[in-house]
């Protein structure tokens, strides 16, 4: 019932863009965040956006990447652009969610969506 759905992954050249959204269903949603994992590697935090706004980034997207989210669609956006080939994962939405105020928030995550970035 309560799931995230992302999408807008693909392949692309080094140098080129995507857009990758997540669609939350639900009605409470605090910490929206975009993680990613290569092969071989521990998944990282990507970048992480707050129910007012505020942003960070991993060091390694600074000025590449940018978080956004529209709370009255319930969903995440990461624009990503001068894409690398380091930066082929597969990417995943998490988010902090509560089916009301008077409930704890629970950790959600959608499947993932592949990026390939070739060379």
């Known amino acids: 019932q309560v799931q995230l759905v992302e999408s807008g992954g693909g392949l692309v050249q080094a140098g080129g863009s995507l857009r990758l959204s997540c669609a939350a269903s639900?009605?409470?949603?605090?910490?929206m965040r975009w993680y990613r994992q290569a092969p071989g590697k521990q998944r990282e935090l990507v970048a992480g956006?707050?129910?007012?706004?505020?942003?960070n980034y991993a060091d390694s997207v600074k000025g590449r990447f940018t978080i956004s989210r529209d709370n009255a669609k319930n969903t995440v956006y990461l624009q990503m652009n001068s894409l690398k080939p380091e930066d082929t994962a597969v990417y995943y939405c998490?988010?902090?969610?509560?089916?009301?105020?008077?409930?704890?928030?629970?950790?959600?995550w959608g499947h993932g969506t592949q990026v390939t970035v070739s060379s």
């Open positions: 639900g009605s409470i949603f605090g910490i």
């Open positions: 998490n988010a902090d969610h509560r089916p009301s105020l008077y409930s704890n928030y629970v950790n959600l």
């Open positions: 956006i707050g129910s007012g706004g505020i942003a």
